[in-house]
T-cell receptor
Framework: EAQVTQNPRYLITVTGKKLTVTCSQNMNHEYMSWYRQDPGLGLRQIYY???????DKGDVPEGYKVSRKEKRNFPLILESPSPNQTSLYFCASSRGASNQPQHFGDGTRLSIL | KQEVTQIPAALSVPEGENLVLNCSFT??????LQWFRQDPGKGLTSLLLIQSSQREQTSGRLNASLDKSSGRSTLYIAASQPGDSATYLCAVEGNRDDKIIFGKGTRLHILP
C-alpha cells in the first residue's frame, strides 16, 4: 500500500530535549515536505526537499533541521525544542516537484512542556 | 509574499444542495493549485490538482476551477452528502521557489 509513515504519532517531551520525527514514503517520490498545523494559522511549510541531498527552507524553518540522505526518508529534527513548537506536524511527498498531488502522513502531535 | 485566503471559514448547508467553496491567492506565479480534504484528527487527502495552464478539473461530484489572472479558485460540490462534512483546504505551489502555501480552510458541515 502506498503510504507516508510518520513516527511517533504522539509525543510529550520537555524543553531542550532533542527529538526526531521520522517520515518515510514507499512511493519513490522525489519531493518531500514538512508542515505544522496550528489553530488559526493553518498549515505552514517548514522545510521541503526536491530530491536526495537537496533541502530548502519553507515559511517557518526556525528551530528545525532536516536531512535527506535517502530518497524514502525525510526526518524532522528539533535540536532544542521549545513550547512554541507544540503543534500537529505533517509530512508529505509527491512525485516530482510540481503538478503532482501530495500524499500526506497521518500526523504527529508534539507537546513540548 | 504569497497569501492564500479561503472564505467562508465555516459553512453549514442542508444535504442535497450544491455548494461552492472559494480560494484566492495574491501571486499568480504558481505551478498549480490543489484542493484537499481533512477529516478531524486525520491527515490531508488530495481531491483535485489544477495545473496553472488548466482552467478546471473534475472528479465525481467535485469540480475545481482556476482563474490564475484573477487569483481565484472555486471548488464546486454537487448534491452534497453528510459524508462530505470535513475541512477543505486549498494550496498553491509557487513557480519561483517551489514553496507550498495553504489557506486556513473552510469547515463544511452538511446537515442530514
Amino acid at each position: 500500500e502506498a503510504q507516508v509513515t510518520q513516527n511517533p504519532r504522539y509525543l510529550i517531551t520537555v524543553t531542550g530535549k532533542k527529538l526526531t520525527v521520522t517520515c518515510s514514503q514507499n512511493m519513490n517520490h522525489e519531493y518531500m515536505s514538512w508542515y505544522r498545523q496550528d489553530p488559526g494559522l493553518g498549515l505552514r511549510q517548514i522545510y521541503y526537499s526536491m530530491n536526495v541531498e537537496v533541502t530548502d527552507k519553507g515559511d517557518v524553518p526556525e528551530g528545525y533541521k532536516v536531512s535527506r540522505k535517502e530518497k524514502r526518508n525525510f526526518p524532522l529534527i528539533l535540536e532544542s525544542p521549545s513550547p512554541n513548537q507544540t503543534s500537529l506536524y505533517f509530512c508529505a511527498s509527491s512525485r516530482g516537484a510540481s503538478n503532482q498531488p501530495q500524499h500526506f502522513g497521518d500526523g504527529t502531535r508534539l507537546s513540548i512542556l | 509574499k504569497q497569501e492564500v485566503t479561503q472564505i467562508p471559514a465555516a459553512l453549514s448547508v442542508p444535504e442535497g444542495e450544491n455548494l461552492v467553496l472559494n480560494c484566492s491567492f495574491t501571486d499568480s506565479a504558481i505551478y498549480n493549485l490543489q484542493w484537499f480534504r481533512q477529516d478531524p484528527g486525520k491527515g490531508l487527502t488530495s481531491l483535485l490538482l489544477i495545473q496553472s495552464s488548466q482552467r478546471e478539473q473534475t472528479s465525481g461530484r467535485l469540480n475545481a476551477s482556476l482563474d490564475k489572472s484573477s487569483g481565484r479558485s472555486t471548488l464546486y460540490i454537487a448534491a452534497s452528502q453528510p459524508g462530505d462534512s470535513a475541512t477543505y483546504l486549498c494550496a498553491v505551489e509557487g513557480n519561483r521557489d517551489d514553496k507550498i502555501i495553504f489557506g486556513k480552510g473552510t469547515r463544511l458541515h452538511i446537515l442530514p
